[in-house]
Nanobody, 119 residues
Framework: QVQLVESGGGLAQPGGSLRLSCAAS????????MAWYRQAPGKERELVAR???????DYGDSVKGRFTISADNAKVTVYLQMNSLKPDDTDVYYC?????????????WGQGTQVTVSS
């Protein structure tokens, strides 16, 4: 089982920036995708950004042009650079990893990190 540890959340002012990191540890054979999701209380978890093994990316409509996802496959770490933050970006952000181990696909989630955007 792969464990995901997130860091970098906290408080930012509107228009400010934060950078989230998520490091994976454990055994895996191949990464399919690494992604960030977010969830507000009482709402469904939504995709923020995703990066595939080949490097292709996709973003949720509300963060396009403001957030950038990147990954260091050697370190099995994914980053989320968040710029031009808005109060609506306030949520708990979760890291997600889809990977293959011993021929079986697996889906792991981090514990979540709080991002609060407020003046």
């Amino acid at each position: 089982q792969v464990q995901l540890v997130e860091s970098g959340g906290g408080l930012a002012q509107p228009g400010g920036s934060l950078r989230l990191s998520c490091a994976a540890s454990g055994s895996l054979s191949m990464i399919n995708t690494m992604a960030w999701y977010r969830q507000a209380p009482g709402k469904e978890r939504e995709l923020v950004a995703r990066i595939a093994r080949g490097g292709s990316t996709d973003y949720g409509d509300s963060v396009k042009g403001r957030f950038t996802i990147s990954a260091d496959n050697a370190k099995v770490t994914v980053y989320l650079q968040m710029n031009s933050l808005k109060p609506d970006d306030t949520d708990v952000y979760y890291c997600n990893l889809l990977y293959v181990f011993l021929g079986t696909s697996h889906n792991s989630w981090g514990q979540g990190t709080q991002v609060t955007v407020s003046s």
